[in-house]
């Protein structure tokens, strides 16, 4: 059974429709906020939990907890992913993205598509290489974006195909199906 460490920092819903999906093989929640939403949730369903403060240092000190761990899965961590967790798990780190990439990466990607009056946005599932939501994509779903949107209407719309698409990109990186298609 492949085991998962999910990375985040705020609420944890993306955290909680993978482990729908995945019950106990979520083996480990990593955060950089003590008070993450995401950490409070894994600790009542048992789920080891690690809290390593921000800084430059930051994947350093999260690599030695992740010994049988092969997959991971950034959900809302807001930090970049680099050396020596890149080289350690080599297309083995993903990240859920509140857009169409390559349109709007970075923070503020819903409320940049609000503004811009797009009529389409969505999200998607990437790995993760050095760059900010630039990795090789591996599943995007769309949505409308309607007339009266606000940021928050918007991105409760995309949160629910985000829940639904990263259980289905994960399945796919973990079975032999690996690929890019649309969902
Ligand atoms: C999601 O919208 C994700 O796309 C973005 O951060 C948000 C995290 O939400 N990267 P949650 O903590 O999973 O609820």
Known sequence: MKKIAVFGSGAGSNFSALYEA?????DLVVSDQKEAG?????????????YEKGGRDLCQRILPHLEGIDLICLAGFMRLVKEPLLSAFPR?????HPSLLPSYPGLFAWEQAVEDGATESGCTVHYVDTGMDTGEIILQATVPVLPKDTAKTLHARIQVEEHRIYPEAVRLVLGAGEGCASA
């Open 22 to 26: 995945f019950g106990s093989q979520i």
């Open 38 to 50: 995401l950490l409070k949730k894994a600790e009542a369903l048992g789920i080891r939990t690690v």
């Open 92 to 96: 083995k780190i993903l990240n859920i």
